[in-house]
């Protein structure tokens, strides 16, 4: 694991462990915005598999596996992946889903260049320092091939919860046990450095303020 906030990521882990087996699709199991628009931009671009980081208990991973979509689904919750896992199983899709438990602060398993296409619903303002942040979509960048996609979601600094959470190291903010990061669109440009802009659009899915994010590599 890179360095950064260690306790914390362990701390991190234990809560949404925790928070899965005690809500089993804490998320619902309605798709998210963003994956509906994502499965929109992928099937335009020809693409028909998918890396999803931070794919929680499968909700947006079972939708895009529905729309046609090979979906190989990724997060750090061994008892979110065994009900995504499940699900998959009932729905007849687990042979286009596949789930495999890994903590994004790693890099990324793929070979360079052999990924068409990557998908982080929420999952990159969870608690991650700048510096790892930065890692991230660098590993992104590096197993996307040259115009493969990357759409992900993250909260807004527009969100009404971004004054009220309380405030930790690193712009992180907490709630309820909870750590992660409101987005401004300084932060969104910062990231995007190096890609080709897709799409950078602000929305709501109420109760939240979100940023969807769409670039491609170059
Ligand atoms: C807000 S939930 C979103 C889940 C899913 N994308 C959805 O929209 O239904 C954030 C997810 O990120 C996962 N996560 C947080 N930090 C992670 C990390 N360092 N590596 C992998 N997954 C992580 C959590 O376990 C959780 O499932």
Redesign the pocket.
Known sequence: MNTGHVEL?RA?QDR?EAAYARHPQL?GSEP?EAARWAAEAFGAAGIDDVLE????HG??ALYLAAQGFSVHA????ET?LDQLRQHAQRAGLDDRVTAAL????DPLPPADATVNAVFA???LN?AFSPAELRTLVGEVQRVLRPGGLFVYAVWSADDSCAGSWEAVDDGLSEHDGFVGRFFDRGLVDELSTGWQPVDITPYAEPPRRLWRVAVAKR
Not at 102 to 105: A, G, I, K, L, N
């Open positions: 990521a991190q949404w998320h998210s980081l931070g794919a929680g909700r947006d990724t997060d750090f919750s979110a890994h903590d994004v602060r619903n929420l999952l969870m």
